[in-house]
């Protein structure tokens, strides 16, 4: 053979590094002692790995050691717990307007029952108006009776007074029990002096209907406040996490 | 030392470990950037820039040969420091080998192995300086499997590892690298083994 083709070069350079299987590397025997450029070949091929292995090696000129700042860590070290701690707090907070939220919602059982309690005397109110307006047409028919009425309660007792509430002209019938003393103790009070402020005083009336208000609008606004607070720090915590995932990438 | 340790701290972010990991393949790392680039500089930016890189990228590690691994790294940035050379051509391979003045061979750090009488040692200085010019004459895929295996050591199965490619093409590579390389020491004939010399003879 006074040619090598690219495949008998390829065996034979894997020959030499011991690459080839069992049946080829007999193959490549058998060739190797009938063919002297075969032979050939394999020692300059032989010498010239040995002298490329026996090159010199180069040691590295420095020590190759890495600092936070070259691959970014010192940033990292602070923010990483920085963000972290960020993101723990606002889910804290988040979770503590949501108990709030909760808590409100149920105690607004009774929240929702104080409006109801304070529009009550409002209800009352309405219908001692029209009550009034009914009595002073007819007042001077029914002033004794009114009257002779009147004295019997004024001579009862708080409970008696209640029963007298209850009268026809019906004025404080809707009176749930919560209603304040005052404002059950008014007509009593006035019962005493004469017929027409029997009717209930307008005073406390008016007063209970701005509690109401002002109490029904300090829980809406109560309510506003914490959805507002809610939503603000539900998306910050949708933002720290988002901002969290992105650093790990 | 605890090799699948370390690496493990260092995928926790511990530096420390990392550097310890550095220190076991630095001369490794370094040598094949040499091997592959010819330049002292540009081998130790290579360097510097696979170790930043491998720790970057730990969390892509998956087991396997952590050297393989981290060659594979350097040799990347090899390839993109000789794209970038492509694109700027300024200076040739050539005209970097410090092997070529002995004072500068002497302060890049070079491991000379044996030291015998001078006269060996200046012929054996001519051998290095005659491959690793021939080395540096091959085109960059064979380069790069000649230096891995027939340089560094390395067996087919790492260097398809660190070159990305199947083992056929490792072994026709290598073979097709280890001809261009007796032909270009043809030039050398004098430093040659007689077998050399005897093909020029029979020629």
Known sequence: ?249 | MDEPGLIEDAQRGDLEAFNSLILTYQDQVYNLAYRILGDPLAADDAAQEAFISAYKGLRRYRGGSFRSWLLRIVTNACYDELRRRKRRPEIGMEDLNPLDDPEEADASGVLMTDVGDPESEAQQAELARALEDCLSGLPDEFRLVAVLVDVQGHDYQEASQVLGKPLGTIKSRLARARLRMRDCLQAHWELLPAAFRLEDEAM
């Open chain 1, 1 to 249: 053979m006074t040619h090598l083709t690219d495949h008998d070069l390829e065996q034979l350079s894997a020959y030499l590094d011991g690459e080839l299987g069992p049946s080829q590397m007999a193959e490549i025997e058998a060739r190797l002692q009938a063919d002297p450029v075969l032979q050939r070949t394999l020692a300059q091929l032989s010498w010239m790995t040995a002298s490329l292995k026996s090159l010199p090696a180069h040691r590295a000129p420095r020590r190759y050691r890495l600092t936070p700042e070259m691959v970014g860590q010192r940033a990292r070290t602070w923010r990483v717990p920085a963000l972290r701690l960020a993101t723990g707090a606002v889910a804290m907070a988040l979770a503590a307007v949501i108990g709030l939220d909760f808590l409100g919602s149920a105690g607004g059982v009774s929240l929702a029952s104080a409006p109801q309690a304070f529009q009550a005397p409002a209800v009352a109110q309405d219908s001692s108006r029209a009550a009034q307006s009914m009595t002073e047409k007819t007042e001077e028919e029914t002033q004794p009776a009114v009257g002779a009425e009147a004295g019997a309660a004024a001579g009862t007792p708080f409970a008696d007074s209640l029963r007298a509430s209850g009268s026809p002209s019906g004025a404080n019938s809707s009176l749930p029990l919560e209603t304040p003393p005052v404002a059950l103790a008014a007509p009593a009070m006035s019962a005493t002096e004469s017929a027409p402020r029997l009717t209930p005083s307008p005073a406390p009336a008016p007063l209970s209907q701005d509690a109401a208000q002002t109490a029904g609008g300090q829980i809406s606004s109560r309510a506003g406040v914490l959805r507002w607070s809610e939503i603000l720090l539900g998306a910050g915590l949708f933002l720290l996490l988002a901002v969290q995932i992105m650093n790990r990438r």
